[in-house]
């Protein structure tokens, strides 16, 4: 398991994590799309987000960094655009850890399955302090 650090960008985020690649002297990122997601015909894609990046990762040193856009339409303010990600391999760890963090903090997203994931989540805790919860195997 590890805890990793989150980066959102205003629609710039390919630019940047091919920068920090650079910079870095890292492997090319695999970058994921909003638009290589799963159709849902209850949430249609708007088009302006097909080409913006969904996730990606660089291995910096030895630490994962993670990267997205914001989706159309969510807030962005420079220099908040940071989260840490909490990645487990252990379902029950995860939910024991979500849930004490939660307590005085905001859900923003329940725990759940997703299509690259057996259970996602994100809240806010007390402390203002953004977490994602992410299980890898």
Excluded at 101 to 116: A, R
Excluded at 121 to 128: E, H, P, S, V
Aim: aromatic fraction near 14%; glycine fraction near 8%.
């Amino acid at each position: 398991m590890s805890i990793d650090a989150y980066l959102n960008f205003n629609g710039n985020c390919r630019e940047a994590v091919e920068f920090y690649a650079d910079v870095f002297g890292t492997e090319q990122p695999n970058i994921m799309t909003f638009g290589e997601t799963p159709a849902n015909p209850e949430f249609p894609l708007p088009e302006e987000a097909k080409d913006l990046v969904m996730h990606t990762r660089l291995k910096i040193n030895g630490s994962n960094v993670m990267f997205s856009d914001t989706f159309p339409g969510m807030p962005f303010v420079e220099g908040n655009n940071i989260s840490l990600a909490y990645v487990g391999n252990d379902v029950e760890e995860i939910k024991s850890i979500f849930n004490k963090l939660s307590v005085g903090g905001t859900v923003g997203l329940e725990l759940q399955e997703t299509f690259w994931s057996k259970i996602y989540g994100q809240l806010t805790d007390k402390f203002g302090i953004k977490w994602q919860f992410n299980f890898e195997s």
